[in-house]
């Protein structure tokens, strides 16, 4: 496969690559993805303090399959020493690189002043770039978002101070904090970001269709785009991307018996690498991500709110394919 961009030595081919994502976007549903063509999955994010203490949620949310290679490992904090000594710690687990979360708009990490909360202070940003990259032999990148509010929008700024400070790569998601995941995202500031660094950059936000993905490489000048909530029951969509960019025939989504088949491939992986009990407490919104868009989706997301074993999970799929 043609190699489109680099992050520091690291040759990434195909088109899209996997957000990160809390709480969704595990070893399991990173290993699918790929499968489908992702350039590159992140993990999920990381509290810096968390591994500083050795807390076992926290390294175990730093293991990665080689199946999931290149893969980086996504750290959030908001002291640069902290963060330079927790990426020490992470590269005993050998990702690719480090990505610095900057962009995270939730309460609980906000009110700690770390993931967007950061971009209110961007020569702060620049210091834990430089402390990352000064720790750890990889490339380090950074996500970002447009801004932390309409009338603090300072996405170019922050590249700025993360590239002059060592970063490898920027994406740039094209919300504020303060919008959350409403929408729209604003493209024109992931291609005004583009415009005024030299390093890559990766755009973020509304891409949730391979048409999509050529708009935004059209609108913005990106050198790639990253999929994160569109991935979510359609991880084909990497695949129907990279067909669609390569004037390949465009791959209609899989029919509901093939889907179905992907749903339970990664439930099953997960209850391998995380056992049973939690894999199936977790695969319930994954089910009803998948059940998407089909006739009597919604009783059928019912049921998915009551699997609690393998075989409750099969008995959904055959109910599914059957109905």
Not at 158 to 179: D, K, M, S
Request: net charge positive; proline share 5%; glycine share 8%.
């Amino acid at each position: 496969m043609t190699s489109y961009m680099k992050i520091g030595n690291i040759n990434i081919s195909g088109r899209a690559a996997l957000a990160p994502m809390a709480g969704v976007g595990d070893r399991a549903f990173r290993r699918i993805c790929r499968g489908y063509g992702a350039a590159f999955v992140v993990g999920e994010m990381v509290s810096c303090k968390g591994i500083c203490f050795g807390d076992a949620k926290s390294l175990e949310l730093l293991e990665l399959d080689d199946e999931e290679r290149p893969a980086a490992i996504q750290l959030f904090g908001d002291d640069p020493e902290t963060m330079a000594r927790a990426a020490e710690r992470a590269m005993a687990f050998r990702p690719d690189w480090i990505d610095i979360n900057m962009g995270c708009p939730t309460p609980k990490i906000v009110n700690n002043g770390c993931g967007s909360r950061l971009m209110l202070n961007p020569v702060l940003c620049g210091e834990i770039v430089a402390a990352v990259s000064a720790a750890v032999s990889v490339p380090v990148t950074v996500k970002i978002r447009k801004g932390y509010a309409k009338d603090k929008v300072n996405a170019v700024e922050v590249a700025l101070r993360c590239e002059a400070a060592g970063a490898a790569a920027v994406t740039v998601h094209g919300r504020t904090r303060e919008q959350m995941y409403a929408p729209p995202a604003d493209w024109a500031i992931i291609a005004a970001v583009k415009r005024a660094v030299t390093v890559p950059v990766i755009g973020n936000g509304d891409v949730n269709s391979a048409a999509a993905a050529a708009a935004m490489y059209e609108q913005t000048g990106c050198d790639l785009v990253m999929v994160g909530r569109g991935a979510l029951g359609a991880p084909w969509i990497f695949a129907q991307i990279e067909a669609l960019l390569n004037h390949e025939k465009q791959l209609p989504a899989p029919p509901v018996s093939a889907r179905m088949a992907v749903l339970y491939r990664q439930i099953s992986l997960a209850a391998e690498l995380k056992g049973e009990r939690t894999a199936l407490r977790e695969a319930r919104k994954h089910a009803a991500w998948y059940l998407r868009g089909w006739r009597g989706a919604a009783a059928l997301r019912q049921q998915a709110g009551r699997i609690e074993t393998l075989a409750d999970l099969a008995g959904l799929i055959q109910l599914t394919v059957e109905s």
